[in-house]
C-alpha cells in the first residue's frame, strides 16, 4: 500500500506556489519574483511515515504533472492515503484536488495537515471529501495515523487528530505533545522531483536546499500563526544535528542553504557552533537567514558572514513606530537603523518584508514607510504587500468580531493573497482599491529607480547571479508596471 503526500497540481500561472512552511505563511507570483522553494517540511513528514507495509511517496505535481496524471489514471491504485498539506488559502483547491481523488477512488483516505486544519479543524471536516485532519506539529501524528489505517485498528484515541464520528459529527482528539526536534530525521531529499532545481530570486548558486533548524517564534506578533501554531515554545536542534545535516546536503551536491526557521539568528549560542564547524570542514556553501532586528549583533553578523551567508531576511513591517506597537512586534525602529547599517558595513545583503493595511494604516504612514525603506534602510530588495488575517491569529478575530462573514478566512486565496485587500475596512480606513494601488506603487518607487537598478547589475559576481537575477527582475518588474500577480 502507499501513502502519497501531495503538493497538488495548480494553474500553470501560480506554478510557483510557495508553500513549505507548515503554519501556513504563503505566497506566490510575480510579486516575489517567481520565487519557489523546496517543500521541506512535506518531505520531512514523508520520511518520518515510513514503515513496515508502506511505501511512501512525495510527488510535487506542481512540477510533476505528468507524474500525477499517470497515478490518476490508475485510479490511485493501492493508495491507502493521500495527505496534503493545507492552508487557508489553498484549502478550497485542496479540497476540489481531494475530490476529484475521491471521484477515482472512493477507498483513498484523505489527510489534511497544517495551519487551516490546525485553526479550524472542525470547518475542515465540514467537508466530506476530508477524513482526517492533523493538528499542529504533524510527524508523530501522521506516522502514527498511518499504522492505524494500514492495520486496520481503531483510529479514534491518536492524538493530534480530528474526524467525524459514527453520526457524522466532527470530533477533535487532545494536541499531542511537541516533539524534541532532535529526534527528527533528515529529511530524505532524494523523494524530490528528479532534475528539477527550484527558482529563488534570492540565491548565489543552484542547486539549493532549504533546511528548519528550529520551530516556533520568541515574537508574539498578533498577525503571525507561528507562535500559536507552536504553542508559544521555541525548540532548536543541536549544533550536531544541524551539522549532519549539511554533511547530507552537500553530499547532494547542493551548493547553497536558505535557513526557513522562523527566526534563524535568535539561536547564537547554538548558531555560533555551526559557523565554526561550517568554516573547519570548509563545507563552502552560501547561505541566506531570516532574523529579527532585536536578536541579532555584530558578532554574530561577522561570524556569519565568514561562514558564507551573503542575505540577511527581516520582518521590518512599517516605518511606524506606533504600527509596531499596535502589531505586538517588539521591536522598534531604531533597532531596525543599526541593524541594517550593521549588514552594510559588514556586507551582507538586507532584504525588508512590509506589510501594509494593519491597525491605524494610512495612506500617508505606507509613504513613510516607503521611504524608510529606501532612504533609511537601504535594503537590498523588499516585499510589499497588504495585511491578511489569518485563522489562528489576534487579527484574525479583532475582524471577524465586526465582519463574522470572514467565517473560516478560505475567501482568502493565492490569487488574491497579499495585493488584494480582503476585509482591510475592518482595521483601517484605506479602501480596497487603494491598498493595492499602493503595494504596485511601492513596488514602483523601491524596484524602478535608475540608481538602484545600476547598483543590482553592477553587483552581480557570476554568470548564474546574472541569469537568477535576470528571471527575478522580469517577474518583479512586470508585476510593478501591470499590478498583476
Same mark, same amino acid.
Given at each position: 500500500?502507499?501513502?502519497?503526500?501531495?503538493?497538488?497540481?495548480?494553474?500553470?500561472?501560480?506554478?510557483?506556489?510557495?508553500?513549505d512552511?507548515?503554519?501556513?505563511?504563503?505566497?506566490?507570483?510575480?510579486?516575489?519574483?517567481?520565487?519557489?522553494?523546496?517543500?521541506?517540511?512535506?518531505?520531512?513528514?514523508?520520511?518520518?511515515?515510513?514503515?513496515?507495509?508502506?511505501?511512501?511517496?512525495?510527488?510535487d505535481?506542481?512540477?510533476?504533472?505528468?507524474?500525477?496524471?499517470?497515478?490518476?489514471?490508475?485510479?490511485?491504485?493501492?493508495?491507502?492515503?493521500?495527505?496534503?498539506?493545507?492552508?487557508?488559502?489553498?484549502?478550497?483547491?485542496?479540497?476540489?484536488?481531494?475530490?476529484?481523488?475521491?471521484?477515482?477512488?472512493?477507498?483513498?483516505?484523505?489527510?489534511?495537515?497544517?495551519?487551516?486544519?490546525?485553526?479550524?479543524?472542525?470547518?475542515?471536516?465540514k467537508?466530506?471529501?476530508?477524513?482526517?485532519?492533523?493538528?499542529?506539529?504533524?510527524?508523530?501524528?501522521?506516522?502514527?495515523?498511518?499504522?492505524?489505517?494500514?492495520?486496520?485498528?481503531?483510529?479514534?484515541?491518536?492524538?493530534?487528530?480530528?474526524?467525524?464520528?459514527?453520526? =457524522?459529527?466532527?470530533?477533535?482528539?487532545?494536541v499531542?505533545?511537541?516533539?524534541?526536534?532532535?529526534?527528527?530525521?533528515?529529511?530524505?531529499?532524494?523523494?524530490?522531483?528528479?532534475?528539477?532545481?527550484?527558482?529563488?530570486?534570492?540565491?548565489?548558486r543552484?542547486?539549493?536546499?532549504?533546511?528548519?533548524?528550529?520551530?516556533?517564534?520568541?515574537?508574539?506578533?498578533?498577525?503571525?500563526?507561528?507562535?500559536?501554531?507552536?504553542?508559544?515554545?521555541?525548540?532548536?536542534?543541536?549544533?550536531?544535528?544541524?551539522?549532519?545535516?549539511?554533511?547530507?546536503?552537500?553530499?547532494?551536491?547542493?551548493?547553497?542553504?536558505?535557513?526557513?526557521?522562523?527566526?534563524?539568528?535568535?539561536?547564537?549560542?547554538?548558531?555560533?557552533?555551526?559557523?565554526?564547524?561550517?568554516?573547519?570542514?570548509?563545507?563552502?556553501?552560501?547561505?541566506?537567514?531570516?532574523?529579527r532586528?532585536?536578536?541579532?549583533?555584530?558578532?554574530?553578523?561577522?561570524?556569519?558572514?565568514?561562514? =558564507?551567508?551573503?542575505?540577511?531576511?527581516? =520582518?521590518?513591517?512599517?516605518?511606524?513606530?506606533?504600527?509596531?506597537?499596535?502589531?505586538?512586534?517588539?521591536?522598534?525602529?531604531?533597532?531596525?537603523?543599526?541593524?541594517?547599517?550593521?549588514?552594510?558595513?559588514i556586507?551582507?545583503?538586507?532584504?525588508?518584508?512590509?506589510?501594509?493595511?494593519?491597525?491605524?494604516?494610512?495612506?500617508?504612514?505606507?509613504?513613510?514607510?516607503?521611504?524608510?525603506?529606501?532612504?533609511?534602510?537601504?535594503?537590498?530588495?523588499?516585499?510589499?504587500?497588504?495585511?491578511?488575517?489569518?485563522?489562528?491569529?489576534e487579527?484574525?478575530?479583532?475582524?471577524?468580531?465586526?465582519?463574522?462573514?470572514?467565517?473560516?478566512?478560505?475567501?482568502?486565496?493565492?490569487?488574491?493573497?497579499?495585493?488584494?485587500?480582503?476585509?482591510?475596512?475592518?482595521?483601517?480606513?484605506?479602501?480596497?482599491?487603494?491598498?493595492?494601488?499602493?503595494?504596485?506603487?511601492?513596488?514602483?518607487?523601491?524596484?524602478?529607480?535608475?540608481?538602484?537598478?545600476?547598483?543590482?547589475?553592477?553587483?552581480?559576481?557570476?554568470?548564474?547571479?546574472?541569469?537568477?537575477?535576470v528571471?527575478?527582475?522580469?517577474?518583479?518588474?512586470?508585476?510593478?508596471?501591470?499590478?498583476?500577480?
Amino acid at each position: 500500500m502507499k501513502a502519497v503526500f501531495l503538493k497538488p497540481p495548480v494553474e500553470s500561472a501560480h506554478r510557483n506556489v510557495v508553500r513549505d512552511f507548515i503554519y501556513g505563511c504563503w505566497c506566490n507570483g510575480k510579486r516575489v519574483g517567481g520565487m519557489s522553494m523546496p517543500p521541506t517540511n512535506e518531505l520531512l513528514a514523508a520520511t518520518h511515515a515510513r514503515q513496515d507495509g508502506l511505501d511512501v511517496l512525495f510527488l510535487d505535481s506542481q512540477y510533476e504533472p505528468e507524474r500525477y496524471h499517470q497515478l490518476a489514471a490508475s485510479g490511485f491504485a493501492d493508495v491507502l492515503a493521500v495527505l496534503i498539506m493545507s492552508s487557508t488559502q489553498s484549502f478550497r483547491h485542496d479540497c476540489l484536488t481531494l475530490r476529484k481523488i475521491k471521484e477515482a477512488n472512493p477507498g483513498v483516505r484523505s489527510i489534511l495537515y497544517g495551519s487551516h486544519p490546525t485553526f479550524m479543524a472542525e470547518a475542515c471536516l465540514k467537508e466530506d471529501v476530508v477524513d482526517f485532519v492533523v493538528t499542529r506539529e504533524a510527524e508523530d501524528t501522521i506516522r502514527e495515523l498511518l499504522g492505524h489505517l494500514l492495520s486496520g485498528t481503531s483510529t479514534a484515541d491518536v492524538l493530534g487528530i480530528g474526524y467525524r464520528d459514527g453520526d =457524522g459529527q466532527p470530533r477533535i482528539n487532545p494536541v499531542r505533545p511537541f516533539l524534541n526536534m532532535n529526534d527528527l530525521p533528515i529529511p530524505d531529499r532524494t523523494l524530490l522531483p528528479g532534475n528539477v532545481d527550484y527558482f529563488n530570486p534570492v540565491v548565489k548558486r543552484v542547486p539549493f536546499a532549504t533546511m528548519f533548524t528550529s520551530r516556533g517564534c520568541p515574537a508574539r506578533c498578533n498577525y503571525c500563526t507561528a507562535p500559536v501554531f507552536y504553542g508559544n515554545k521555541t525548540r532548536a536542534r543541536s549544533a550536531e544535528k544541524i551539522i549532519e545535516e549539511m554533511r547530507d546536503i552537500r553530499r547532494l551536491g547542493y551548493r547553497e542553504i536558505f535557513f526557513r526557521d522562523e527566526t534563524f539568528s535568535a539561536y547564537k549560542g547554538r548558531n555560533m557552533q555551526v559557523y565554526d564547524r561550517m568554516r573547519a570542514e570548509e563545507m563552502d556553501f552560501t547561505w541566506v537567514a531570516n532574523g529579527r532586528v532585536d536578536m541579532i549583533d555584530r558578532e554574530q553578523m561577522l561570524a556569519m558572514k565568514q561562514a =558564507g551567508c551573503h542575505l540577511l531576511k527581516f =520582518g521590518v513591517e512599517t516605518g511606524s513606530q506606533e504600527l509596531l506597537d499596535r502589531y505586538k512586534k517588539g521591536t522598534t525602529i531604531a533597532q531596525a537603523e543599526e541593524t541594517f547599517r550593521l549588514a552594510r558595513e559588514i556586507g551582507i545583503d538586507t532584504h525588508a518584508h512590509i506589510i501594509f493595511g494593519g491597525p491605524g494604516e494610512t495612506v500617508e504612514t505606507i509613504g513613510k514607510t516607503v521611504d524608510f525603506v529606501i532612504d533609511t534602510l537601504k535594503a537590498t530588495t523588499a516585499t510589499f504587500g497588504i495585511l491578511t488575517p489569518y485563522p489562528g491569529t489576534e487579527i484574525f478575530d479583532m475582524v471577524a468580531e465586526i465582519f463574522p462573514e470572514i467565517q473560516d478566512g478560505s475567501g482568502s486565496t493565492m490569487e488574491n493573497l497579499h495585493t488584494e485587500s480582503f476585509f482591510a475596512e475592518a482595521l483601517c480606513g484605506i479602501p480596497a482599491e487603494e491598498l493595492s494601488r499602493q503595494v504596485v506603487r511601492a513596488y514602483r518607487r523601491f524596484y524602478l529607480r535608475p540608481g538602484y537598478l545600476a547598483g543590482r547589475v553592477s553587483s552581480l559576481r557570476s554568470l548564474e547571479e546574472v541569469m537568477v537575477k535576470v528571471v527575478a527582475g522580469l517577474n518583479v518588474m512586470s508585476f510593478a508596471f501591470s499590478g498583476r500577480k
